[in-house]
């Protein structure tokens, strides 16, 4: 499959794989609001931009995420605009260490729910956790990190809710839970790809030793509807 369809990964989510999720028309799509925050246009025209801003009310937010900056549609303001990059996997290397993995179900999600908001490893809401499969590693019964799988386009899956209790950091879970993640989706034949910010050096380092590479840089960006 080509990669160009990553430049606007949520568009080609919503449209594709992951249409079960999506509000929206041909020109504009959201991510039902208590699955993910993000939202896309099919390009940059005006029509597409008026009819992302239809999708919303007064008030409410949304977030971007593509290769290219977007023009702020007409009744929205640009809240924030924050740089990141995207990367797709080369060749998985496995690392060091080992960890009990286990599968994540519906019982894990309040625990999922909070070790997200502790951790903020990106947008994680009521029904993230039913976009894909989620793992995680139990200590004395209590979620204490997981991984598992965003964004699904053909040929594609994001790695993604990669996080790490602060008590138990420094032990390699992120990375054992990434390439457990990276293994279940390359099983299936598609390509793992992820996303992050790009002043977080520290997450990007673990991706690039587990064998994931740039592609592109990309724009975040958080638009209100006025």
């Not at 007409?74 to 496995?94: C, D, F, S, Y």
């Not at 993604?160 to 993640?181: E, F, I, K, M, N």
Request: proline residues 6%; hydrophobic residues 45%.
């Amino acid at each position: 499959m080509t990669t160009e369809m990553l430049d606007r990964p949520i568009w080609h989510a919503l449209r594709t794989r992951q249409a079960a999720f999506a509000i929206g028309n041909d020109r504009a799509v959201r991510f039902q609001p208590d699955v993910e925050p993000f939202a896309a246009t099919a390009d940059d025209s005006a029509k597409s931009l008026d009819a992302l801003a239809r999708l919303l009310a007064p008030g409410e937010v949304v977030v971007l995420l593509q290769s290219t900056e977007i023009p702020c549609p007409p009744g929205m303001t640009i809240e924030t605009k924050v740089a990141g990059v995207q990367m797709v996997l080369n060749a998985l290397r496995e690392p060091r260490g080992k960890a009990n993995i286990e599968l994540l179900t519906e019982a894990d999600a309040p625990a999922m729910i909070e070790l997200a908001t502790l951790t903020k490893p990106g947008p994680f809401l009521a029904r993230t956790h039913t976009l894909g499969t989620f793992f995680g590693v139990k200590e004395n019964g209590r979620l204490i990190a997981m991984a598992g799988e965003r964004m699904k386009l053909p040929g594609f899956t994001e790695l993604s809710g990669v996080c790490t209790h602060p008590d138990s950091r420094g032990r390699g879970l992120a990375a054992l839970l990434s390439y457990h993640v990276a293994t279940k989706i390359l099983d299936r034949r598609e390509t793992p790809f992820l996303h992050a910010f790009a002043d977080n050096r520290a997450a990007i380092s673990v991706y690039e030793a587990l064998g994931f590479k740039l592609r592109h840089k990309v724009v975040v960006t958080v638009l209100k509807r006025l």
